[in-house]
Antibody
Framework: EVQLVESGGGLVQPGRSLRLSCTAS????????VSWVRQAPGKGLEWVGF??????????DYAASVKGRFSISRDDSKSIAYLQMNSLKVEDTAFYYC??????????????WGRGTLVTVSS | QSVLSQPPSVSGAPGQTVTISCTGS?????????VQWYQQLPGTAPKLLIY???NRPSGVSDRLSGSKSGTSASLAITGLQAEDEADYYC???????????FGGGTKVTVL
């Protein structure tokens, strides 16, 4: 069974950093890119960024709203993807989901999602 | 303002058909990028319903169907049931943004 589990969320002050983890199981993690999507309470979905699989260079792309502050990395030996969030702002408060990208489908389509972890940025 | 536009809400009686539209532009749907549809029940993670315009993953009801034409796409739910009450999001790739984009979401209410 494909599973993705996010962890690392919590309450953090503006300007501080936080690192989220996405632990995968039930599939060959290294064969898939991983996307991060967030959702502010009561709001819609917002794409944060994604990291390609190693065979595609393991490079990452980001939404304009987080570029330069957030970075995504992966450790295929542990089946974990990370979202490093620096210089956090109040408007970064949201549930953060990681999701598996469907390889072979154009457009960063994702098929399996984690349950999400809540990040609250507040003083 | 979302790059992909969806109506905030649609409603229908049990058994009826509802359609949710998703309007994009020449930098996303009109550029040939496919559209995906996700359902989000209250308090849960999104679930993939349709990928690459009109493909259903295994296990997704055949009451759901997707289509795309030009800069627009739509999701149809036939034989509406109480369990279909949820938020629905369209998603695609945008070459101007150089990333994934979502619609603002549509709340489906079963009357």
């Amino acid at each position: 069974e494909v599973q993705l589990v996010e962890s690392g969320g919590g309450l953090v002050q503006p300007g501080r950093s936080l690192r989220l983890s996405c632990t995968a199981s039930g599939f060959s993690f290294g064969d898939h890119s991983v996307s991060w999507v967030r959702q502010a309470p009561g709001k819609g979905l917002e794409w944060v960024g994604f990291i390609r699989r190693k065979s595609n260079g393991a490079t990452a792309d980001y939404a304009a709203s987080v570029k330069g502050r957030f970075s995504i990395s992966r450790d295929d030996s542990k089946s974990i993807a990370y979202l490093q969030m620096n210089s956090l702002k109040v408007e970064d408060t949201a549930f953060y989901y990681c999701a598996r990208v469907m390889e072979g489908v154009v457009g960063i389509a994702v098929d399996y999602w984690g349950r999400g972890t809540l990040v609250t940025v507040s003083s | 303002q979302s790059v992909l536009s969806q109506p905030p809400s649609v409603s229908g009686a049990p058994g009826q058909t509802v359609t949710i539209s998703c309007t994009g532009s020449s930098s996303n749907l009109g550029a040939g990028y496919g559209v995906q549809w996700y359902q989000q029940l209250p308090g849960t993670a999104p679930k993939l319903l349709i990928y690459a315009n009109n493909n259903r993953p295994s296990g997704v009801s055949d009451r759901l169907s997707g289509s795309k034409s030009g800069t627009s796409a739509s999701l149809a739910i036939t034989g509406l049931q109480a369990e279909d009450e949820a938020d629905y999001y369209c998603q695609s790739y945008d070459r101007t943004v150089s990333g994934s984009v979502f619609g603002g979401g549509t709340k489906v209410t079963v009357l």
